[in-house]
Nanobody
């Protein structure tokens, strides 16, 4: 049974930084892609960044140059380093894992195929 547990969400001021973590268990790490998604109430969940076991990554245009996705294979932990945060980054952030090497950011694919955590709230406000 795949389990994903996110942590690290908080309230920060614009321009600040946060690092989100996702502790993963119950699957063979090398055969999965993982990603971070976010959702604002009333809107569809959107892809933020994805990564696969060989280190290949993909980012949404809105976060390129500010966010970095990474993974620690020794501890099966996924990270999202978020710098220069903006109020529009405010959302619930979710971790996802799916078998294969897919790096697309489309929510529909991940919703059908992937496993999901419960989310961690990030609020950017002055």
């Amino acid at each position: 049974q795949v389990q994903l547990v996110e942590s690290g969400g908080d309230s920060v001021q614009p321009g600040g930084s946060l690092r989100l973590s996702c502790a993963a268990s119950g699957y063979s790490y090398s055969s999965y892609s993982m990603g971070w998604f976010r959702q604002v109430s009333g809107k569809e969940r959107e892809g933020v960044a994805t990564i696969r076991s060989d280190g290949g990554a993909n980012y949404a245009d809105s976060v390129k140059g500010r966010f970095t996705i990474s993974q620690d294979s020794a501890t099966n932990t996924l990270y999202l380093q978020m710098n220069r945060l903006k109020p529009e980054d405010t959302a619930m952030y979710y971790c996802a894992a799916a078998q294969g090497t897919y790096l697309g950011l489309g929510y529909n694919w991940w919703r059908r195929i992937g496993y999901w955590g419960q989310g961690t709230q990030v609020t950017v406000s002055s």
